[in-house]
């Protein structure tokens, strides 16, 4: 490519939206968490290690019937709330900023479940009805490095 020698049309994402092949097999509901694997495929969120968590999925897309990366969905980083773990893996208030674990495309915990499940993000708040859990793929990476 050459450097240009006229104006350019650039185009732009706004905002955290983002766009990810999805893994064979995946049945993804709006609004479940999201996690990415080591072939770089989005799945819903479930307790399974080496993957990491990426955001919400802004769309239900049905991908059950079709091979890794037929379809793909559009999802969201930011800060969301999901559901809260319970006994010995419940997020408390005094865990704000450690990282949550994913447990299910609804849930997080407090632990890696001795080593079965991967990072979701990093605890952004708590309140009685969930965790608030902020998804920034590159630095929960860099955390469980």
Do not use: C
Request: hydrophobic share 45%.
């Amino acid at each position: 490519m050459v450097a240009l020698t006229k104006d350019r049309s650039t185009k732009q994402r706004i905002g955290d939206e983002r766009i990810g092949a999805i893994a064979a097999t995946g049945l993804i509901f709006a609004g479940a968490l999201l996690m990415r694997n080591a072939a770089g495929f989005v799945l819903p969120g479930a307790t399974a290690t080496g993957m990491v968590g990426i955001g919400r999925a802004e769309e239900q897309i049905d991908n059950s019937a079709g091979a890794d990366g037929d379809a793909s969905v559009r999802f969201m980083g930011g800060i969301y709330r999901y559901a809260n773990s319970a006994a010995a893996d419940e997020i408390a208030s005094a865990n704000i900023g450690d990282l949550a674990y994913i447990v299910d495309d609804q849930t997080v915990a407090l632990t890696n479940g001795t080593g079965t499940r991967s990072a979701a993000g990093t605890i952004h708040d708590v309140d009685t009805l969930g965790v608030w859990v902020r998804f920034d793929e590159a630095l929960t990476r860099a955390a469980t490095a």
